[in-house]
């Protein structure tokens, strides 16, 4: 019979180029392969099983919920959906939600908003976007042109006109691009894909507050730093902002595909009906889903975040080849002498899932991962790098 690879390559589109792992189970942080190894996870999934793998409440609310009411349109009203935005709004102070199913949806929510905000009360022509260079909000052609990497505006133009980009951590270069179209700023907090990049608090603090004396909206892409990564519940209160739009996905439904958009009080109704929908969006399963998530997110939770990040970054500081580590939490990245990819390919050879941005090593590994388990694929990683 053939084997996972051969069917993958003929049958799927070739838009990935994958590990050498054939997943069949997991948990919390740990996979069995197809043929019985067994892997520590510092990846979730990228950021998304916040819970790790088949957290035993997590599976029983999902199963409960599919076996109950799996799906119905947004014509309707449901339960979980509600009680999931009143919980996030809640945690966040934040007024209203949406719901999609990604993190490129989200911020397409978020830029839609900021332009409708604008065109309510200013009328045409205050549409631009500011972005970071070095940034990533999706796959969309939206928000592939919010992206500032070069090497994502390749093959797809024409790209979505309105979007101009200023450096991290240089406020003469947003001073620089500010001018009277625009009418919302989007950042990261801390880069991505770019690298595991934190932005400098005075940064964040100048720009929030050109946003609030020209009534610019303040657009937070928290689709990878939210729901906990950062040991905070969104990465926004490490700096002491109060965005007017945040953008949730990877982690809030701990392994099911959602979306949402957190609306602040200047904008929570200035999309009305028909203006904007996602047919999945609120979908009742992956909703029962998060509201596990984020009842397990409770301040316990998210100081173990911050102390188990510290605790790898002091660990990782002291092996060979490592120049430094940045980021916060569980979303960390380790700037090393040699070639990323090489060494995120022998680390799983080893029994060690680590993921790369850029020539970074990166770890973002399940909330829940034990001491055990962090010891485990931080032996691996010592190996690794003392080769
Ligand atoms: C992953 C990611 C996205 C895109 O999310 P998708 O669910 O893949 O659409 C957007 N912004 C940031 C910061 C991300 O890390």
Not at 110 to 137: C, P, Q, V, W
Not at 266 to 275: F, N, T
Not at 332 to 341: E, M, N, R
């Amino acid at each position: 019979m053939d084997d996972l690879k051969t069917l993958d390559s003929r049958y799927i589109a070739s838009t990935y180029s994958r590990f050498d792992l054939q997943a069949d189970s997991g948990k919390n942080a740990v996979c069995t392969s197809l043929d019985g190894r067994t892997y520590i996870d510092f990846t979730s999934g990228i950021g998304v099983n916040s819970l790790g793998w088949c957290d035993a409440d997590w599976v029983k609310a999902v199963q409960h919920q599919a076996s109950t009411l799996q799906h119905i349109s947004n014509l309707y009203y449901t339960s979980p959906m509600i009680e999931l935005a009143q919980a996030l709004c809640t945690r966040t102070g934040m007024d209203k939600v949406f719901f999609c199913n990604s993190g490129a949806e989200a911020n397409e929510c978020m830029i839609k908003t900021a332009r409708k905000y604008s065109s309510d009360r200013y009328g045409k022509g205050r549409h631009t976007i500011l972005a970071l260079e070095n940034s990533f909000h999706g796959r969309t052609v939206t928000t592939l042109s919010a992206t500032g990497q070069d090497v994502f505006h390749q093959y797809f133009d024409p790209f979505t006109d309105g979007f101009s980009f200023f450096r991290a951590n240089d406020i003469a270069s947003l001073t620089d691009r500010l001018d009277d179209t625009v009418c919302g700023i989007l950042i990261e907090l801390i880069q991505g894909e770019g690298g595991v990049v934190p932005l400098e608090k005075d940064f964040v603090h100048a720009i929030a507050k050109v946003c609030r004396e020209k009534d610019i909206l303040l657009l937070v892409d928290e689709v990878q730093t939210g729901v906990g990564r950062t040991g905070k519940f969104l990465c926004c209160e490490h700096y002491g902002i109060s965005p007017d739009l945040v953008s949730l996905a990877k982690g809030l439904g701990g392994g099911l595909p959602i979306g949402a958009v957190l609306f602040g009080e200047k904008c929570a109704d200035v999309l009305g009906p028909g203006d904007h929908g996602a047919t999945y969006g609120g979908n009742p399963v992956a909703c029962a889903g998060a509201q596990v998530v984020l009842s397990k997110l409770d301040g316990r939770l998210l100081q173990e975040v911050e102390q188990k990040g510290q605790y790898i970054t002091q660990r990782v500081q002291s092996m060979p080849k490592v120049k430094s580590v940045e980021g916060k939490g569980l979303m960390l990245g380790i700037t090393v002498d040699g070639d990323s990819k090489a060494l995120a390919a022998a680390c799983l050879q080893k029994g060690l899932m680590i993921l790369t941005a850029k020539a970074k090593l990166r770890m973002l590994p399940p909330l829940t991962i034990s001491y055990e388990e962090i010891d485990r694929g931080l032996t691996i990683l010592n190996e690794v790098l003392s080769v």
